[in-house]
């Protein structure tokens, strides 16, 4: 009973590690001091095409900082459960996650993303119980 018991604990805290889903309509936003380069912010006849990424709210990465970079330059550091909307030109990028810094290791994944006028793509930062962070196209 007890090697029962220590199992059901051991599967409730591996669970309680990895985080929750934020609907990106009820996320907090940004501040500003954490956008780096915030012409992303502005959309324009030019940036007609958005690029949403919500990061997920929980333990699990709580005391990381997360970087998102567009084509290798800095745009914005999420906290958990924060959203941003980043307008781009149409066409081809290398999107980045870096998590670092404050108590993660250095870890990152990267997407190739090809944006036409008016697409809106959502990204969704999570991260898994005994995992790495992800970064998935919802």
């Known amino acids: 009973m007890k090697k029962i018991s220590a199992l059901g604990f051991l599967v409730l805290l591996a669970a309680g590690c990895s985080s929750t889903a934020v609907n990106p309509g009820t996320a907090k936003a940004v501040s500003a001091g954490r956008m780096y380069d915030a012409s992303?912010?502005?959309?324009?006849?030019?940036?007609?095409?958005?690029?949403?990424?919500?990061r997920d709210k929980g333990f699990a990465g709580g005391g990381c900082s997360f970087d998102i970079l567009i084509d290798n330059q800095k745009v914005v550091a999420l906290k958990p459960g924060e959203?941003?909307?980043?307008?781009?030109?149409?066409?081809?990028?290398?999107?980045?996650?870096?998590?670092g810094g404050g108590l993660c290791q250095n870890v990152s994944t990267?997407?190739?993303?090809?944006?036409?006028?008016?697409?809106?793509?959502?990204?969704?930062?999570s991260w898994p119980a005994g995992g790495r962070p992800t970064m998935e196209r919802q």
């Open 110 to 125: 990267f997407q190739n993303v090809t944006v036409a006028a008016s697409d809106v793509l959502a990204y969704r930062i």
């Open 40 to 54: 992303y912010l502005e959309s324009s006849p030019d940036r007609s095409a958005t690029i949403n990424v919500t």
């Open 83 to 99: 959203s941003v909307s980043m307008h781009v030109v149409p066409g081809t990028y290398f999107l980045k996650l870096e998590a």
